[in-house]
């Protein structure tokens, strides 16, 4: 009987979580960045950027800034300001603790979202908690602030592939940038070679396009968004 109970109270949970998304368009269309579009990536952690979005932010450096939430010392910092210097970004950079994002609401609510069209962030069901705690914070602050109706949330992939994107990107001719902005992470890339790890998953991204390599993201409406963070 417990066992029964456990198995239904996981389905309908996964119900609740992913029902938002079954109403979606998730035939794969290629994201096109017009010239005004202005696109926001916020990272959790330096280097973020660069593995989620290091691609489409090579393609369109002009549409893009990005904001970093946390530097946990000077070295990260450093390198966080080389990559976005390689790659041509304007960039800010926060103060909330690093592992402690959840948290940090005040400081995340100093972020000005006017004029942008979209807003990248880390998939919800990104295997981080910092990562995870992304989308808690722009939840918070859609609640509590007027922002453009028609913005619209991307999740990245950082640390877990996502299981419904939308939209795709191909970065063939801008792969060797992507893997050099994270390698200017180095302090993160002497503990594991993300660049290698992420080319292979962009490799396999590009089957989906047929090209070299490419970058996904799932796109949502402010109102598509909302249901998905209250379910989860």
């Not at 503990?191 to 962009?202: C, F, P, S, V, W």
Request: hydrophobic share 40%.
């Amino acid at each position: 009987m417990k066992k029964f109970f456990l198995k239904s109270l996981y389905k309908r949970v996964l119900n609740i979580i992913f029902h938002p998304f079954l109403g979606m368009n998730i035939k794969p269309m290629v994201l096109k960045l017009e010239e005004n579009d202005k696109c926001l990536v916020i990272a959790p952690h330096p280097d973020d950027e660069s593995i989620g979005c290091g691609g489409i932010m090579s393609k369109y450096p002009q549409n893009f800034k990005v904001v970093c939430l946390t530097h946990a010392n000077d070295e990260r910092k450093n390198e966080f300001e080389n990559a976005m210097n390689y790659l041509n970004i304007e960039r800010d950079i926060l103060n909330i603790e690093d592992k402690h994002i959840s948290e940090g609401y005040d400081e995340f609510s100093k972020i000005n979202f006017d004029g942008f069209n979209y807003v990248f962030i880390p998939y919800i069901f990104d295997q981080h908690n910092d990562h995870k705690a992304v989308s808690l914070l722009l939840f918070e602050y859609l609640k509590k602030n007027n922002v453009n109706k028609n913005l619209k949330i991307v999740f990245y992939e950082v640390w877990s592939a996502m299981n419904m994107p939308n939209y795709f990107i191909n970065i063939s001719k801008f792969m060797e940038n992507k893997i050099n902005a994270i390698n200017f992470h180095k302090s993160q890339v002497d503990e594991k070679d993300y660049a290698t790890k992420i080319l292979g998953l962009n490799q396999y991204r590009g089957m989906i396009i047929n090209c070299a390599a490419a970058e996904c993201f799932t796109i949502l409406s402010i109102e598509e968004f909302n249901k998905i963070i209250k379910g989860f």
